[in-house]
């Protein structure tokens, strides 16, 4: 008998052909003979052979498409060399189930559950070992031991910069941060000493740094002016920096023991980009007052910003002449080095200057010279004591008031910069850091410097890139950095009492240049994403024309509603195939793509939840809608599925989905018989979403339609199996790919034949959905009916 229209319709479009219960796989290959498809028949013998993947050299070289030329935008083909046109890849196999390959090749078919023996196995294999949990948590006890010390020249000479680079920078910092400015140099010993211990970088200078004591500063003044009263004295301000420190400590080591430092990820770099560059106008306008020589209240709340440009408007005629002078004359100095003299200085001495230290010894020397604070009442240092401090606990009374959210602001923000540095030049350097590692070593840096008068500490980008440039290996150099940083705070420290604030606020304007010029991070996350540009410019905005706490969390809650928007917004795509081949694309892809008859294959890309599993249901829908006369349940008829010769159109109808409109060369009368649900793209499943994937194939089972699942993760499938989908969708439905269960429905198809009025024959049998036995009685009693029908009709063999 000849092969039925839609038998040829679909093979057509496929590419394969399956003749007969024994002959279990065809494919299509090319010939170096003959350059047409041809179809090869393979036996079931054949079939159960391992895959084989033949090379066949071609005599003559041809020139073919390439892909290399298909993504070159200048070419619209793509060619290859006749010996890479007869590289062929022919695999002969059987169609395999995901229960055959589970039985065939998984060591366990059941789900993993809990019993007192695996627990206590676990805990066999998982024992306690004091000596390798004492060296994760002090990693310096691993790099050490190791420590190549033909290196330590570079480590001497790193240590040596960022000493030099912290005497200016900790000065000024500590400055922004409403503090005396020797605390400056505290910040710059005793936490690095203990990051440099605990920490996993090898690169990162650890110590003030400007964003982090702008917002530790304004905590402390809006406590102090929050807390004022006549009957008892006010809190200093060091007093409650030092508790907001503890309370940082407390959090990063909390958050480090609860192994979240992943939680550093909702923090996406636009988000911090945004918010940096924002607090960045806050550190400039905090220094215009001292820039100017000017004695005003400092502004505090939202649209402080704003309130505080127009005091300094106000009170411009009562600025400081000497003090303006010396300002211009800093930033003039600075910026000219930075912008023309650096580049021409780092090219011929690899040793960098610091212009920074220099202005401030010379500024130092002619305040002290001139008598600048009594000539021109300008503002200067002042007394720094010498030696160590003692240690101090700090006051727990404003600890706890400063937890929350204080402290876990500062805690997340400096968490989240020195992470993204340490990445930065583990990435470059090609090693690891661990992020929760990172957290107990800020942790115990914060905690130990609470207790020695220090603020909140993080890493610097400056001095980072700097010790990383001058050729810093190991955390070493921090610890070179902080012997030389005891002389100065043992005998050198008195020397620059004289120093006008003013210099130390230009050298901080100075240093915001890198943090300005992250405004163009904004134009490349609009171009590559509106909702990340959207995110970056929400962020700014609300920091600069807010505050810094408001900014932090409108962005923080910007980046949360984006991912769960993301993650419930999943993409169901149809699926077509590429003639004469297995390659199973989007439909809208390309002109060529066509889908096959009686079958819908859609992929779902994403997680099926209880938040998306309704829109997954609606969206299936869409594309297969149920028809509005349902047939008598429980009752398949064979005819019923195949189309006779008289109901083949070759009209051409319109597909109109929600994912795009195409014509298809799907008959009008032809009636889905197979969804195939493409789910190797879905990351996970739940329960709920699971429930309403039971509903949607019981709706398809009424309609006389069968879906089948492949690509399943392990993860999926055993939820599958726990709520019961198995078992309502048959086991044999199952599959691991989508060929597999393509080549189902084409095996399916030849084995019902195509009946003809003469032989027309109904075979009825009952659909359980109740068990997976009975699916199987099901099963064999549909193929033993089919069986014995390809007796009376043989169909194509």
């Known amino acids: 008998m000849d092969a039925c229209p839609v038998h040829l319709l679909f093979i057509s479009c496929l590419g394969i052909r399956c003749q007969s219960k024994e002959k279990i796989l065809v494919k299509s290959c090319w010939t170096v003979e003959d350059t047409n498809p041809r179809a090869l028949s393979v036996t079931k013998s054949e079939a159960e052979e391992q895959e084989q993947i033949r090379l066949v050299e071609s005599p003559e070289p041809e020139l073919e498409p390439t892909m290399a030329s298909f993504l070159n935008d200048d070419s619209d083909h793509f060619y290859t060399t006749g010996a890479e046109k007869q590289r062929k890849i022919i695999i002969d196999r059987p169609v395999l189930t995901q229960a055959y390959i589970c039985s065939k090749y998984s060591s366990s078919n059941d789900l993993k559950t809990w019993n007192p023996s695996s627990c206590k196995e676990w805990f066999k294999t998982h024992k306690c070992n004091p000596k390798k949990t004492i060296f994760s948590l002090i990693p310096i006890l691993t790099w050490l031991p190791s420590y190549e010390w033909r290196s330590i020249s570079f480590d001497l000479v790193a240590g040596f910069v960022v000493a030099v680079l912290n005497i200016p920078q900790g000065m000024a910092y500590a400055m922004l941060g409403n503090l005396p400015a020797i605390v400056g140099i505290y910040m710059a010993f005793f936490p690095v000493i203990i990051y440099a211990i605990l920490g996993t970088s090898r690169h990162v200078s650890m110590g003030t740094f400007a964003v982090i004591c702008l917002m530790s500063g304004k905590a402390a003044l809006d406590y102090q002016s929050s807390h004022h009263s006549p009957s008892k004295p006010d809190y200093s301000i060091l007093e ?150 003692a240690p101090e606990l700090p006051n727990f009374e404003i600890v706890k008031e400063m937890m929350f959210p204080q402290g876990l602001l500062i805690c997340i923000v400096a968490y989240a910069i020195s992470v993204s540095m340490a990445k930065i030049f583990a990435g470059k350097h090609n090693y690891s850091v661990d992020a929760n590692q990172e957290l107990l070593a800020q942790g115990g ?132 195939v590429y003639e004469n081949t297995e390659l199973y694309v989007d439909i809208n892809s390309s002109e060529q793509v066509k889908e096959l008859p009686h079958v819908k294959i859609i992929k779902y890309t994403g997680c099926l939840n209880f938040a998306t599993a309704e829109s997954f249901s609606n969206q299936i829908l869409k594309l297969v809608p149920l028809t509005k006369e349902q047939p008598k349940k429980g009752k398949l008829s064979i005819p019923k599925l195949i189309p006779t010769i008289s109901t083949i159109s070759k009209e051409k109808i319109t597909d109109n989905v929600s994912i795009g409109t195409r014509e298809t060369n799907v008959s009008v009368e032809e009636k889905i018989q197979w969804i195939i649900l493409d789910m190797s793209s879905m990351s996970s499943l739940d329960p709920e979403a699971a429930r309403a994937l039971n509903a949607l194939i019981q709706k398809y089972a009424n309609e006389i339609v069968q879906v089948m699942i492949t690509g399943c993760a392990d993860p999926v499938l055993d939820v599958m199996k726990t709520c019961g989908v198995l078992s309502q969708v048959g086991i044999r439905h199952v599959f691991p790919t989508v060929h597999d269960a393509v080549v189902s429905c084409g095996l399916q198809i030849e084995n019902q034949s195509c009946p003809t009025q003469s032989n027309l024959t109904n075979y009825d049998y009952p659909i359980n959905y109740e068990s997976e036995s009975d699916n199987e009685v099901a099963y064999q009693e549909l193929e033993s009916s089919v069986r014995r029908h390809n007796v009376d009709s043989p169909g194509v063999r």
């Open 240 to 389: 409650i920096t030092t508790a907001i420190t503890f309370c940082v400590g407390i959090w990063q080591a909390i958050l480090g023991v609860l192994r979240l430092g992943a939680a550093s990820l909702l923090l996406n770099s636009e988000l911090v980009s945004g918010f940096t560059t924002g607090a960045a106008v806050h550190v400039l306008t905090s220094q215009v007052k001292s820039l100017l020589g000017l004695s005003i209240p400092k502004r505090t709340g939202i649209f402080k910003i704003i309130l505080s440009y127009i005091d300094f408007g106000k009170n411009i005629q009562n600025s400081n002449v000497a003090a303006v002078v010396i300002s211009v004359i800093t930033i003039s100095v600075l910026t000219v080095y930075n912008e023309f003299l650096k580049p021409y200085w780092t090219k011929k001495i690899p040793f960098p200057l610091p212009i920074e230290l220099i202005t401030i010894i010379i500024g130092t020397v002619v305040s002290l010279y001139f008598n600048f604070h009594e000539l021109f009442n300008i503002a200067i240092v002042d007394h720094i004591p010498t030696g160590l401090p």
């Open 445 to 576: 840096s914060n905690l130990v410097g609470s207790f020695f008068s220090c603020g909140p500490v993080s890493v610097s980008l400056s001095r980072s890139v700097i010790q990383e440039q001058v050729g810093g290996r190991t955390q070493l150099a921090s610890l070179f950095s902080c012997a030389i940083l005891i002389f100065v705070l043992l005998w050198i420290g008195p020397f620059f009492e004289t120093l006008p604030n003013c210099v130390l606020s230009s050298i901080i304007v100075v240093a915001l240049k890198g943090m300005f010029l992250q405004v163009k991070d904004f134009r490349s996350a609009w171009k590559l994403s509106k909702v990340n540009g959207f995110i970056w410019l929400c962020t700014f905005m609300s920091t600069v024309v807010l505050d810094i706490e408001y900014g932090l969390a409108i962005g923080v809650a910007l980046s949360v509603l984006t991912l769960l928007w993301r993650s419930n917004r999943p993409k169901m795509t149809l699926l077509g």
